[in-house]
């Protein structure tokens, strides 16, 4: 089945760029997603990108995609300490009928003051 | 729109005891997505409706989980007996290709 694989954790300083990285192996992914998870709270959609793309850009989020080794990055630049939370790349596939997502892990992105 | 709508927030149990999780997605979307999320697991798709229709629940663990939707504004997720191994936090999503997921509901059953 499908599989989504992030690191565990990151840590930058403030006013930092951070980057988050994904890999996935379903070939036939349709749609890549980037979650965020603050403590005690649901998941927010922050970005997604259709896999016919490599770049989507956002503000001062960065969506990179490279379709060929079948991995995602999510960069934040100017990272603030609000930013402090974990982040859960996932991706659907044509495969699934409908809009499944798999999720990976989940990368806990610390901003140091 | 107030986004996903989940209840309770936090519901403490005993071993044995009916449990009933409550959704009420975005209006005017056609699929509705229950997770479960634990520290050992990450988060799991449990089960999913498509136009109030299951359409996939290979992801509930075991017979003693069901879910139903009887209409696009409400599903229920029900757990009978519970038991300690199903406590986590329980994630309800609406949309379409953008995902919405509500607060959540953490479980504990002791």
């Known amino acids: 089945g499908e599989d989504v694989e992030q690191s565990l954790f990151l840590s930058v300083r403030e006013g930092d760029s951070s980057v988050i990285n994904c890999t996935y192996t379903d070939s036939s992914s349709t749609y890549l997603y980037w979650y965020k998870q603050e403590p005690g709270a649901g998941l927010q959609l922050l970005t997604y990108i259709f896999s016919n793309m490599d770049m989507k850009q956002d503000q001062r989020l960065t969506v990179l995609l490279n379709k060929k080794d079948k991995h995602l990055s999510l960069r934040i630049a100017d990272t603030q300490t609000g930013d402090s939370a974990i982040y859960f790349c996932?991706?659907?596939?044509?495969?699934?009928?409908?809009?499944?997502?798999?999720f990976g892990g989940g990368t806990r992105l610390m901003v140091k003051p | 729109d107030a986004g996903v709508i989940q209840s309770p927030r936090h519901e403490v149990t005993e071993m044995g005891q009916e449990v009933t999780l409550r959704c009420k997605p975005i209006s005017g979307h056609d699929y509705l997505f229950w997770y479960r999320q634990t520290m050992m697991r990450g988060l799991e798709l449990l089960i999913y409706?498509?136009?109030?229709?299951?359409?996939?629940d290979s992801g509930m663990p075991e017979d003693r989980f069901s879910a139903k939707m009887p209409n696009a504004s409400f599903s229920t997720l029900k757990i009978q007996p519970s038991e300690p191994r199903d406590s986590a936090v329980y994630f309800c999503?609406?949309?379409?290709?953008?995902?919405?997921f509500g607060q959540g509901t953490r479980l504990t059953v002791v």
């Open positions: 999503a609406s949309g379409g290709t953008e995902a919405f």
């Open positions: 996932a991706e659907s596939s044509v495969n699934n009928a409908g809009n499944m997502l798999t």
């Open positions: 409706f498509n136009n109030n229709v299951p359409i996939d």
